[in-house]
Structures are given as C-alpha cells and as structure tokens.
C-alpha cells in the first residue's frame, strides 16, 4: 500500500493527502499561515513517473505569486520534511524517491492557439481566393 507522510492512500490522491498532512505537520511552525494561505491557492497534483520509480508532487500556485513566494514555500516544505520521522512516500514500508514542483507559470493551450492561427491562415486563404476570383472576372470583360 502507498502512504504519503505516513497516511495510506492511493495515487490518484496522492496530491491531495500530501497538502493535508502538510497542514497538519506545519501546526507549530512560524509563518503556517502564510503557507495554508498559499497552500489553499494552490492546484496540487501527483505523477508517478513508473519508468524512473518517482513521484512528483507538482503545487501549481496562480500567477500572482512571485518568486519570494515561491523561495518561501520550497524552504517552508524542505524544513517540514527535515523534522519529520516517517519517509514523505513509501510502498510496501520501503521509501520511495519524490520531487516537489513549485510553480506560478501559466500552461499555454497549444491547441487553442494552433486553432486561432489556423482560423486566421483559412480566412487569408479565403481572401485570396476572392481577389483571384474577382482578377479573373475583370479579365473576361
């Protein structure tokens, strides 16, 4: 069985035990209210890349937060993890490797704007098509 900072669990919700036990491990730490604050803000998933045996925490913050909050949620978690007795993941008692991403970057929809540069490449081959067509007409006079 899958544990994440001690709790069972399975991993689609992997992110979301993460988040809470990271509450509850937080309760005596200066700035906890800082880091729930920003936790909350937070769109929290968990891969688990097979292949290399990692799980990756990945806490998406939204684009208000810079680069300081960023630095103090990584210290905030890294001092969490120094004090605790239990492995942050593990299967079957033995621990697992991990790796926590901290971002405020905006994913950029290819495939809405590929469909935008296709609807603008359709109406220039519409115009043209036009102008070739209307040329074409002037000729025949």
Request: some cysteine; glycine content about 2%.
């Amino acid at each position: 069985m899958w544990k994440v900072l001690g709790e069972e669990t399975v991993i689609p919700a992997m992110g979301d035990v993460w988040a809470q036990r990271m509450v509850e491990l937080s309760k005596r730490r200066k700035d906890r209210e800082r880091f729930v604050r920003t936790l909350a803000d937070a769109e929290i998933r968990c891969i688990f890349d097979a292949v290399r045996e990692v799980c990756t925490f990945i806490i998406n913050l939204p684009s208000k937060y810079g680069k300081d909050d960023l630095e103090f949620m990584r210290a905030f978690v890294a001092r969490v993890n120094k004090s605790i007795k239990v492995p942050v993941v593990e299967f079957e008692g033995m621990e697992q490797r991990f790796s926590i991403i901290f971002t405020s970057d905006v994913e950029e929809d290819d495939y809405s704007s590929r469909k935008s540069e296709r609807q603008d490449y359709y109406k220039w081959v519409e115009e043209q098509a036009k102008k070739e067509l209307e040329a074409k007409e002037k000729q025949s006079f």
